[in-house]
């Protein structure tokens, strides 16, 4: 039995010594993507992590939401208007319980904001089924046990994730490319090469959006067949309110308020068509009331704007272009400053 041991031992130790520098490679690599460098914005949740996880972030207002508030609300506009440092941590494809661990994790490692802009919609307390983006969590995930809870939810990942190097990256080839990529600065072209070598991984880029450029806020898309393809699905898509988001959200405005954190509620554009597609707005609608009256919190409800018309404004029925998220933003920020966010604040 000593003998098998120390056999066992030497046969696992040189594994996991290997196990280790992987796993710094893969994560560290992935962490320096920049927006550029990925076609699905991992480069993005990237960067902002490595931002929450700085400890240096010192912003005024903080952008909070889906892929709403990350494709609409063009943070230099409202800099540029309001005169205030402004970061947008939209989240794309997560609703309100992992914007809410980010939120979490901000706040734990930097200076609270003067205010947070919540962009809220028809799925911001919808039932969670889905972690989308999963490689965005990877480079963190190690001895984290403040993500576990809620990555947890979702039923992908097992215990040991958490614990033992390296294999939380095991079949994951989206993210171990990405890390070459980032390690070597591979050109596009070459990167559409190995990507196609990988053809087993059908994650590997959804193929939903275009890299930004640097200094690029949103993509000037036009209107796609998304929202046909829904509608041949469905007649109508039902929101399904989760009572456990309901009430975590409801303790989250209580606890930004014990910070002295002002919280204001918008609700963008969102194309005419879309809107009579969607069953239980009226309900979602009322519970956002209900805690604007509660709490007075400011809402500003865009959802019978003029741009909800124009569907030269949107790529399809949820997210607007690049154009239509310019002409909100600066919608927005003008009556932002009829709430006298512009003034000077604590």
């Given amino acids: ?85 402004v970061y947008n941590f939209g989240m794309r ?24 802009i919540y962009d809220i919609d028809m799925f911001t307390l919808d039932t969670v089924t889905v972690l989308s983006a999963i490689e965005q969590f990877f480079p963190y995930m190690l001895f984290n046990e403040s993500m576990q809870p809620y990555i947890e939810k979702y039923n992908v990942f097992s215990k040991c994730y958490y614990y033992i190097p390296l294999i939380r990256y095991f079949g994951q080839y989206k993210a171990i490319l990405l890390a070459i990529k980032g390690c070597l600065s591979i050109n596009d072209s070459k990167w559409e090469k190995m990507k196609n070598l990988i053809n087993r991984d059908k994650t590997l880029v959804n193929g939903e959006a275009t890299a930004k450029k640097d200094n690029q806020f949103g993509e000037n898309r036009v209107w796609n067949d998304d929202f046909d393809k829904a509608k041949q699905k469905m007649k109508y898509r039902v929101i ?83 154009d239509g998220a310019d002409l909100y933003t600066k919608k927005l920020a003008h009556d932002l400053k009829k709430l006298k966010i512009a003034a000077s604040s604590k």
């Fill in 1 to 85: 039995m000593k003998k098998f041991s120390l056999k066992a031992i030497f046969f696992l130790l040189p594994i996991i010594l290997l196990a280790i520098p992987l796993d710094y490679f893969i994560s560290a690599n992935l962490i320096k993507l920049k927006n550029t460098q990925t076609a699905d914005h991992l480069g993005e949740e990237f960067y902002t992590w490595n931002k929450i996880y700085s400890g240096k972030m010192n912003i005024d207002i903080a952008i909070y939401g889906s892929s709403r508030a990350a494709d609409h609300i063009n943070p230099k506009i409202l800099e540029d208007s309001l005169q205030k440092m």
């Fill in 240 to 322: 399904q309110l989760d009572t456990t988001l309901v009430r975590m959200f409801e303790n989250f405005i209580s606890e930004c308020q014990n910070k002295n954190i002002k919280i204001i509620f918008v609700y963008d554009p969102e194309y005419i068509e879309g809107q009579m597609f969607i069953k239980g707005r009226e309900s979602v609608f009322n519970l956002y009331m209900r805690f604007s009256d509660k709490y007075d919190i400011p809402f500003l409800n865009y959802s019978n704007d003029s741009i909800c018309y124009q569907r030269k404004y949107f790529y399809n029925s949820e997210h607007m272009n690049s």
């Fill in 93 to 116: 494809g997560h609703t309100f319980w992992m914007q809410n661990y980010k939120h979490k994790e901000f706040i734990k490692y930097n200076k609270v904001p003067n205010y947070i």
